[in-house]
C-alpha cells in the first residue's frame, strides 16, 4: 500500500493469517489428494484430521476401531502411513497443523521421522500438535492415560520440540470443545487458562527447561478457540483472553519480554452450531462467527480453518470445503479489512464487555487453583458437573425460544434446498471397503517388520515410562523400529493404566421452567405403575470411539429429571458391554448415541448382542449425525426410533422414549 494512504489506513496492508481446511478421511493416500487439491486452491496450511482409532491409540484391526476406521479423519498406524500422508509434499516449506491429543508425541515422532526422510531439517519444520488432553476429559473424550501421566507426556513434548523443532508449536491450549460442552465466554477463558496453568507448571516442574528459558517455551504455546454466531462478544472474549495471557505469563512465570508474551491462537468456528434444518443458514452463521476472530487487529487469529455447510448432515465433499476457503480468501483479499489498525481501540462498548469477561474468569481461574489446578478440578469432576449444567441452560434458552436458531425454533417455514436435492450425494461416502484395506494394509506393516528390533523398542518405551526420563527418544526408536499406535498406546498403557473420566451427570442442572416437563414426568410414572417397577430405567450408551458425549448427556439429565432411572457409564464402549449392562440392570430401554458416522456398524452390533443374550425384545433408539437412507436402514434392522440434530426439543424427545417403552410392552 502507497505511504500516501488515506488517515487511519495501515501504512502498509497486513498479511493474511494461515487458511486451513480440517481434512482427512479414508486412508493416508486418498487424504494426500485432497491435501494437494486444497494447496491447489490456495490453501496456506494443512490442519489434519485423524480418525478415532488413531486418536485414541488403537490400530485398525482392534476391536473398538470396527466400523470407525477412515470416518472423521485419516488412519495412520505407522511411519508408512505417514509417509504416504505427505508422499511429495515438502514438511520443511509447510505449516502443519495436528489435532492429534493422548498420542501427540507418537504423531510427532512419526511426522518428524517423515520429514527427515526428506532431508528437511527439524529446525525447518513449523506446524502445530494439539497435545491438550484436559479438554478431553471434558468433551471430546478421546484421552487415554490419566491427567497426571498425560500432561508428563505434554511436558515431554514441549521440552524435545524447544531443543529440537523450534519452530513447531508443541501444544494447542483448546478453548473450543470447551465452548461445544457448553462453557459460557467466562468459564472458557478461565478453564483454558488453567490448562494452560497446568502444562506450564509440568514443564517448568519437570526440571527439563532452564528457568531462564520459560520465555522461549511461552511463545511456542498457542491456543484454539471457537467462535460462535455471538460474534460482537466473541471479540470481546479474544481480547480478554490476551490481556489475562499477558499478565499470568508476566506475573507467573516471570517473561519480562512482551513479544514473548503475546496471545498466539488459531481458530474453527463452531461446528456444533451447524443445523440440520435449513442447512443453507450455516453459510451466513460460518461467515459471522469468521468476522469475530478477524475483525480486531490486536486480537485477530493466526490461524483459521472453516467448517462446510453440511458438517451437521455428514462429511462435507471436496467443494464444501473449497466454498469455506474461499470465504476466507473473500474477506482477506476483496475486503479493505487488513488495511486499517484495531477497529476497537477506545471503544467504550468493547472495553466494558472485555472488563467484564476479564473479572469473571479471574474468579473461576482463582477457584480452580484453589482446588490444586485444572487436574484436582478434572478428578473431582467440578469442570465436567459446570459443563453440564451451562449447556443445559443453554439447552433450555434454545427450548424456549429465548435463544433464536432460524430455521431450528424460529422461521422453520422453508422452501425445499437445491443444495440438499442430492440426498446423500450432498455429503462425501466413505467407502467400507476402506476399513478392510487398513486392517490388511496393518497386517502386512506387522508381518514385514523385524520383530526383535520392535520388541526391543517397546521394552525401552516401558523401561523409560517407569522413570522421569523424556520418552521422546524411546518413542522415536519406536517409530524407526516399525511399531504401530496401537503398540506405542498399549505399552503405555501397562505403565501408565487407562482411566474412565467423570460423567458430569451428579448433580447436573435440572430442566427448571419447562412447561411440558410435568406432563412427561407423570406419563413417565404411570407407564412405571402399569409395568409394576419402581422406575422407568434408561440405559444411555455410547459405542465404539465416539467421544462427543454433550448430546448423550443432555439426553441423560433431562430423562433423570422426567423421572427415569439413567444408566450411563461414559464413552467408549463395546458392544459386548453395553448389551452386558442393559441385561443386568434390567432397563426398559437403550439409547445409543453415535456422532462419528459408524452407526450402520456399531448399532447392528447391540441389537444382534441383544437378541443372543435373549433380550431381542428391548426396545433401543438412535440419536446422531444420521442421514435420512441410513436411519431407514436402522429403522428396518429393528431401531424404534431414529433422532438427529434436527429434533432439539429434549423433553419432546424424553415423551417419544416413553412411547417407544409402552410400544414395546403392548401399553395403548
Not at 57 to 80: F, I, Q, S
Not at 218 to 227: E, G, K, L, M
Amino acid at each position: 500500500m502507497d505511504e500516501k494512504a488515506p488517515a487511519g489506513r495501515l501504512p502498509e496492508r497486513d498479511r493474511p493469517w494461515v487458511m486451513r481446511t480440517y481434512a482427512g478421511h479414508s486412508s493416508a493416500a486418498a487424504t494426500n489428494a485432497l491435501f494437494r487439491r486444497n494447496l491447489a486452491k490456495g490453501q496456506t496450511g494443512l490442519s489434519v484430521a485423524f480418525d478415532l482409532p488413531t486418536q485414541t491409540g488403537y490400530d485398525p484391526d482392534h476391536e473398538l476401531a470396527a466400523g470407525e476406521v477412515g470416518r472423521v479423519g485419516v488412519p495412520v498406524a505407522h511411519l508408512g502411513d505417514m509417509r504416504a500422508l505427505f508422499d511429495g509434499l515438502p514438511l520443511a516449506e509447510l505449516n502443519t497443523s495436528m489435532t492429534i491429543n493422548a498420542p501427540a508425541m507418537w504423531l510427532l515422532g512419526l511426522y518428524a521421522t517423515a520429514a527427515a526422510e526428506q532431508g528437511a531439517e527439524l529446525t525447518r519444520c513449523a506446524g502445530t500438535t494439539q497435545n491438550d488432553i484436559i479438554k478431553e476429559y471434558l468433551s471430546r473424550g478421546t484421552y487415554i492415560f490419566p491427567p497426571a501421566a498425560s500432561l508428563r507426556l505434554t511436558a515431554d513434548v514441549i521440552a524435545y520440540t524447544l531443543h529440537e523443532m523450534p519452530r513447531w508449536n508443541p501444544v494447542n491450549i483448546c478453548s473450543y470443545h470447551l465452548q461445544e460442552a457448553g462453557a459460557t465466554p467466562v468459564q472458557e477463558v478461565a478453564f483454558a487458562l488453567a490448562t494452560a496453568v497446568a502444562v506450564l507448571d509440568a514443564v517448568r516442574d519437570s526440571g527439563q527447561v532452564p528457568v531462564d528459558r520459560m520465555g522461549d517455551v511461552v511463545q511456542r504455546i498457542s491456543f484454539f478457540v471457537n467462535a460462535g454466531v455471538r460474534f460482537v462478544e466473541e471479540i470481546a472474549k479474544m481480547r480478554a483472553f490476551g490481556v489475562l495471557w499477558d499478565e499470568i505469563t508476566r506475573d507467573r512465570y516471570g517473561v519480562a519480554e512482551e513479544k514473548q508474551r503475546r496471545f498466539r491462537y488459531g481458530v474453527q468456528v463452531n461446528s456444533l452450531g451447524l443445523t440440520e434444518a435449513q442447512p443453507e443458514n450455516n453459510v451466513q452463521r460460518i461467515v459471522l462467527e469468521m468476522l469475530g476472530v478477524t475483525l480486531s487487529r490486536d486480537a485477530r487469529a493466526r490461524a483459521v480453518q472453516l467448517p462446510a455447510w453440511n458438517e451437521a448432515l455428514g462429511l462435507p465433499r471436496p467443494w464444501d470445503q473449497q466454498w469455506s476457503l474461499r470465504m476466507q480468501q473473500v474477506l482477506a483479499y476483496e475486503s479493505d479489512l487488513l488495511e486499517y489498525p484495531d477497529l476497537f481501540e477506545g471503544s467504550h462498548v468493547m472495553s466494558a464487555l472485555v472488563d467484564d469477561i476479564v473479572a469473571g474468569a479471574r474468579v473461576e481461574l482463582a477457584k480452580v487453583l484453589e482446588m490444586g489446578g485444572v487436574v484436582a478440578a478434572v478428578e473431582t469432576g467440578y469442570l465436567k458437573r459446570a459443563l453440564v449444567a451451562s449447556l443445559a441452560d443453554r439447552r433450555r434458552r434454545m427450548e424456549a425460544g429465548t435463544d433464536v436458531v432460524v430455521g431450528v425454533n424460529r422461521f422453520i417455514e422453508t422452501e425445499p434446498s437445491p443444495l440438499t436435492a442430492a440426498g446423500a450425494e450432498a455429503i462425501e461416502q466413505v467407502d467400507p471397503a476402506v476399513e478392510v484395506a487398513a486392517v490388511d494394509a496393518v497386517r502386512e506393516w506387522r508381518a514385514g517388520r523385524d520383530a526383535t528390533a520392535v520388541d526391543a523398542a517397546l521394552a525401552r518405551l516401558r523401561a523409560d515410562a517407569a522413570t522421569t526420563t523424556n520418552l521422546m527418544v524411546a518413542t522415536l526408536e519406536c517409530v524407526r523400529a516399525g511399531v504401530t499406535t496401537g503398540e506405542w498406546a498399549g505399552a503405555l498403557r501397562q505403565v501408565f493404566g487407562e482411566y474412565r473420566a467423570p460423567t458430569g451427570l451428579t448433580g447436573g442442572a435440572g430442566a427448571g421452567g419447562d412447561a411440558g416437563l410435568a406432563a412427561v414426568r407423570e406419563r413417565v410414572a404411570a407407564t412405571a405403575r402399569e409395568l409394576g417397577s419402581g422406575r422407568l430405567r434408561l440405559l444411555v450408551g455410547k459405542p465404539g470411539l465416539d467421544g462427543h458425549s454433550n448430546g448423550a448427556e443432555q439426553i441423560a439429565v433431562r430423562a433423570r429429571d422426567a423421572g427415569f432411572e439413567v444408566v450411563y457409564q461414559g464413552i467408549r464402549l463395546t458392544a459386548g458391554q453395553i448389551v452386558a449392562a442393559a441385561v443386568e440392570e434390567d432397563v426398559d430401554l437403550v439409547g445409543l448415541s453415535v456422532l462419528s458416522g459408524s452407526h450402520l456398524a456399531a448399532v447392528p452390533a447391540v441389537l444382534d448382542g441383544l437378541r443372543v443374550a435373549g433380550r431381542g425384545d428391548l426396545p433401543v433408539v438412535v440419536g446422531g449425525i444420521i442421514p435420512a437412507g441410513d436411519a431407514d436402514a436402522l429403522r428396518a434392522g429393528g431401531v424404534a426410533r431414529v433422532f438427529t440434530p434436527k429434533d432439539f426439543a429434549l423433553t419432546g424427545i424424553i415423551d417419544e422414549l416413553v412411547t417407544v417403552i409402552r410400544e414395546a410392552n403392548g401399553l395403548g
